[in-house]
């Protein structure tokens, strides 16, 4: 065939492809590429404003075969018999959309052909845009079967590790520390629950940028299998640990300490107390065994460093901070040095009853204006305030944990767990956290991801809005990686832990019981249309100063 009349008909029959797939409403794609893929074909699916692969995206057939993009947003599809046929593919991804056809249908129809790859653009509708996977296998799996690059050293995993629940990050000397809760194999069903860990570089030390991913080296056994972290010696039940941080002890050096609950799984716990960190070993050994009576004179949560009157204390709670210890070692273990935040009336004693609790009244002056102030008892919390403004003695302008839902007014978001920072870009504290919604209605129970901001760690948190979205699962222990932000802190990410526990959901293939990355851009118009442009930066905010709660930054 003569070169012009081949380039002539190739042309005519890119413009009739062009106009059946507009004509029928589908999502554009791109002209299929040639690839060195095995047989497999390959399709991209990306964000249509950074053009960068999304992960988590479901493209199913219309006899329901599902196939699920990996961390750089590839599938890898490996279906001789379609070779050649026109394939349609419904396109779901939770915060994600496809344009819909007449017929209302959100997908795309594209042939199959081996050794070569579309491309198929999704719209965020999250603030927040999900990048990557970070924990469990074949993170990049279709990636490499398509001889795509991956960022990542090892792009299929490491440790042996497919799940793992609930993140608690530290800087120990140049090396981040990750330590998560629960951690599943392989091999069998019940894999190991006493901790697991690794250890990796910061960018500034050769690290990862946090936008393309992070290098594990876990902590193992001999046979491969990421190894418990902490030494608790009576056997029974799991061992999970948070509160980690730095304190200085006697001699001025800087230790790593944390809780731990020894617990038959989400039943009460059968011991609790603190660790310490033994440099050596490269593990968690137990310090103290504290009273079970004790929940809030005990460093949990995610502490933050803060210095208030020339003191620097470990500030924690989840995710409001409102207690706090001197941080040094010995504070840290006296139950008597620490405080919370409280405006409730006074108790007979630092661990009142439940019933007690629930019967005391807010404290005002003559005036009738609440008393907030440091004291030793139990803190104020979201669910005090919110059974104060049921009541009547509390107005919901009084409230400093109760933000309103900026999407529809007069709603409380109830927050389930959280961290808060101080944000140097937006010059105030911004908090991440899920949302515990009882409501019905809702599109999760515990899987909504909220931002709010306040000028202290203290509140008030008066509104805040949705940044991302997980109908019918779960995101829950959300996590802001401060050491992460970019761009003096208008970029930020955090991570929590995306699964189908507390859902009647099914579980998302590889993606289920495993920590997603998410990164939020501050400056984005949905931020500053509901808080405003960012406060004029001061040398002291609110009359304070802080170090990123993140281990030896002090």
Known sequence: MPVLFKT??????????????????????????????????????????TQRGVPMVSLTTVDDVTYITDNAGWVALHEPELTGKAVFFKVHSPGYEVAKDGFGMAGVRLTIEPGKTSNVTIKRKNVAERIYRITGRDLYLDSVRLHQPSPKRNPLGSGMVVGQDSIQPIQIGDEMHWFWGDTNRLSYPLGMFRTAGAVSKLPAHGGLDPSLGINFEYFTNPDGFARAMIEVPDKEGVVWIHGVCTVTDAKEQSQVITQYSRRKGLEAPLEQGMALWNYERK????????????????????????????????????????SRVSATLDAVRDRSAYESFSCREELPDANPTPQQLHNAKPLRDAAGQLIWRWAKAPPVTQQDERRWVKSG????????????????????????????????????WVMIANEQAWDKSSLSFLGEVFYSESDSPQGPFVRAVR????????FYNPCHHPFFDQQDGRRIYFEG?????????????????????????????????IFGEAAKQVTEHAGKSCCCGFGSER
């Not at 004179?297 to 989840?318: K, S």
């Not at 009647?504 to 998410?518: D, L």
């Open 393 to 428: 003695q509390m107005k919901i302008e009084e409230a400093r944990f109760l933000p309103r839902d900026a999407d529809s007014k007069d709603r409380i978001v109830e927050v389930h767990a959280g961290t808060i920072h101080f944000n140097t870009f937006r010059n105030r």
């Open 467 to 474: 940044i991302a979205t997980h109908p019918g699962q779960s």
């Open 8 to 49: 002539h008909v190739m042309r005519t029959l890119a413009v009739v492809v062009f106009l059946l797939v507009n004509v029928a409403g589908m999502s554009p794609i791109s002209v299929a590429d040639e690839t060195d893929s095995n047989g497999y074909f390959g399709i991209h699916v990306v964000d249509n404003e």
């Open 283 to 322: 593990m968690f050994e137990v310090l103290d065994v504290i009273d079970l009576k004790e929940s809030w004179r005990i460093v949990r949560d995610h502490p933050i460093h803060q210095t208030m009157d020339g003191i620097d204390y470990l500030y924690f709670g989840n995710p409001f901070p409102i």
């Open 497 to 529: 832990t995306y699964c189908n526990t507390f859902t009647e959901s099914p579980a998302t293939p590889r993606y289920n019981y495993n920590q997603m990355m998410y990164r939020l851009d501050l400056s984005a118009s949905r931020i500053t249309n």
